[in-house]
């Protein structure tokens, strides 16, 4: 893989962000405009959180299969898993929620595959929040590199045959709605640490960037891709002690999300030459109609089927905040 720019071979990476079938659906729409513009089969990194790796995982697992986008299409608009599972994991003694997830997923998305069994494709990160250290906690694999999982802390062990659906039913395990998923020293032998468990990633880092950022991987262009739900002003704030719990996680991931892009700003001009582009969902410059921006902020981030119309705004926001970006930021990737 890699784009040539100028006759020079350059690494691009794709970070797509957590957000329920809203945000596959949105990340959906950057495929496809990165797909017109004969850039999508190129890329060399995706890295993935929650709603983000569902999209990211399918589209790995079908590497070069131009039908792969509208089949992943025709599943966000027909399919509604987070009331089957969570209703099916209280019924059922012997499966939990995330069994029941992660069921789902399999059966309608990744058909037996593994980890080790995507070669073909990009290198591509999972990502998960690991409840034992507090670090974001991967599952990469493909782009020639071994399939592993683990973090920088507590170290990283061989993966290839983790199955890929609960890969991406740990990235997208969100509290308190599905339990965290736990892996014993059978799986995923640590030091210091009896086990871990492991929950959504967007605990940690709901865009993902970290993998972009790593010297190992040696980007030259990175693209996130952000359809998480952004903070928005209140006019008559909470005064109940629970809601004040949501409400300050709300707070604290988008203090996180305000940092990471800190972080990309900050790369810009780097001596290694990384030239960061980003699009958040709540962007109206750039977008393809008025109010775009502000219906696809007003669909709902669960695990529920979109409507046309939903799926519509969110593919074209998506499609035309990148070209704008790419455009302003990046057009030697457009010549």
């Given at each position: 893989m890699t784009i040539r720019v100028n006759g020079q071979k350059k690494r691009v990476g794709l970070a797509l962000s957590g957000g329920g079938f809203r945000a596959a659906a949105f990340h959906l729409g950057v495929f496809r405009g990165l797909h017109a513009r004969g850039m999508l089969w190129d890329l060399d990194l995706l890295t993935c959180v929650s709603g983000g790796s569902i999209a990211g995982a399918f589209l790995t697992s079908h590497w070069g299969e131009d039908d792969a986008l509208d089949k992943l299409e025709d599943y966000l608009r027909s399919s509604s898993i987070?009331?089957?599972?969570?209703i099916g994991g209280i019924l059922d003694p012997f499966s939990s929620r995330l069994d029941k997830l992660r069921d789902a997923y399999d059966r309608d998305l990744f058909k037996g595959r593994t980890l080790g069994s995507l070669q073909r494709g990009p290198?591509?990160?999972?990502?998960?929040?690991?409840?034992?250290?507090?670090?974001?906690?991967?599952?990469?694999?493909?782009?020639?590199?071994?399939?592993?999982?683990?973090?920088?802390?507590?170290?990283?062990?061989?993966?290839?045959?983790?199955?890929?659906?609960?890969?991406v039913a740990a990235s997208s395990a969100f509290p308190p709605v599905f339990p965290p998923l736990r892996l014993g020293p059978d799986e995923y032998p640590a030091g210091g640490v009896d086990y871990v468990t492991l929950s959504d990633g967007g605990v940690y880092d709901n865009l993902g960037v970290n993998p972009l950022m790593r010297s190992r991987n040696a980007l030259d262009y990175v693209i996130v891709s952000?359809?998480?739900?952004?903070?928005?002003?209140?006019?008559?704030?909470?005064?109940s002690g629970t809601a004040v719990l949501v409400a300050s996680i709300d707070i604290l991931m988008e203090q996180v999300r305000g940092l990471q892009f800190k972080r990309l700003e900050l790369s810009v001009g780097r001596p290694d030459g990384l030239k960061p582009v980003w699009f958040s969902i709540n962007s109206e410059e750039g977008q393809a109609r008025a109010g775009d921006a502000a219906f696809a902020c007003a669909i709902r981030t669960h695990l529920k089927k979109l409507s046309g119309a939903e799926m519509d705004v969110l593919t074209r926001h998506a499609g035309a905040l990148l070209e704008h970006r790419l455009q302003l930021y990046t057009p030697e990737l457009l010549a």
């Amino acid at each position: 893989m890699t784009i040539r720019v100028n006759g020079q071979k350059k690494r691009v990476g794709l970070a797509l962000s957590g957000g329920g079938f809203r945000a596959a659906a949105f990340h959906l729409g950057v495929f496809r405009g990165l797909h017109a513009r004969g850039m999508l089969w190129d890329l060399d990194l995706l890295t993935c959180v929650s709603g983000g790796s569902i999209a990211g995982a399918f589209l790995t697992s079908h590497w070069g299969e131009d039908d792969a986008l509208d089949k992943l299409e025709d599943y966000l608009r027909s399919s509604s898993i987070a009331v089957s599972s969570v209703i099916g994991g209280i019924l059922d003694p012997f499966s939990s929620r995330l069994d029941k997830l992660r069921d789902a997923y399999d059966r309608d998305l990744f058909k037996g595959r593994t980890l080790g069994s995507l070669q073909r494709g990009p290198r591509l990160y999972l990502n998960a929040t690991n409840l034992s250290s507090g670090n974001m906690f991967f599952f990469v694999t493909g782009g020639g590199g071994p399939a592993e999982m683990g973090e920088w802390q507590l170290g990283t062990v061989s993966a290839t045959d983790f199955a890929l659906s609960r890969a991406v039913a740990a990235s997208s395990a969100f509290p308190p709605v599905f339990p965290p998923l736990r892996l014993g020293p059978d799986e995923y032998p640590a030091g210091g640490v009896d086990y871990v468990t492991l929950s959504d990633g967007g605990v940690y880092d709901n865009l993902g960037v970290n993998p972009l950022m790593r010297s190992r991987n040696a980007l030259d262009y990175v693209i996130v891709s952000d359809a998480g739900k952004p903070f928005e002003i209140d006019e008559r704030p909470t005064e109940s002690g629970t809601a004040v719990l949501v409400a300050s996680i709300d707070i604290l991931m988008e203090q996180v999300r305000g940092l990471q892009f800190k972080r990309l700003e900050l790369s810009v001009g780097r001596p290694d030459g990384l030239k960061p582009v980003w699009f958040s969902i709540n962007s109206e410059e750039g977008q393809a109609r008025a109010g775009d921006a502000a219906f696809a902020c007003a669909i709902r981030t669960h695990l529920k089927k979109l409507s046309g119309a939903e799926m519509d705004v969110l593919t074209r926001h998506a499609g035309a905040l990148l070209e704008h970006r790419l455009q302003l930021y990046t057009p030697e990737l457009l010549a």
